[in-house]
Nanobody, 128 residues
């Protein structure tokens, strides 16, 4: 069984930075795709960023490109999301997720239904 635990959320001001962490336990961390998604109040879950843990390839939503950076530490089974220049519209619950398959193609990395394991979420609130 895979467990994902996020941390690092909080209340910040526009322009501030936060770093989210997600620690994975259970089955192997490497080789899978790890993703960050978010859900704002009254909205659906939205893709933010993903990373292929075996080779470090990344993909970002256009809304966060250039401001957010996803990274991983395979030795620690941890994936990070560095968020800079935060905007009010970044306010959401942020979720870490692991893909169901280690062979998930890049064309499907943004699809939440391809991820079978989810953390409990961490709240990020950005005041304007």
């Amino acid at each position: 069984q895979v467990q994902l635990v996020e941390s690092g959320g909080g209340l910040v001001q526009t322009g501030d930075s936060l770093r989210l962490s997600c620690v994975a336990s259970g089955r192997t961390f490497s080789s899978y795709v790890m993703g960050w998604f978010r859900q704002a109040p009254g909205k659906g879950r939205e893709f933010v960023a993903t990373i292929k843990t075996s080779d470090g390839r990344t993909h970002y939503a256009d809304s966060v490109k250039g401001r957010f950076t996803i990274s991983r530490d395979n030795a620690k089974n941890t994936v990070y999301l560095q968020m800079n220049s935060l905007l009010h519209e970044d306010t959401a619950v942020y979720y870490c997720a692991r893909s169901r398959s280690a062979y998930l193609g890049p064309e499907r990395w943004t699809m939440s239904n391809e991820y079978g394991y989810w953390g409990q979420g961490t709240q990020v609130a950005v005041s304007s």
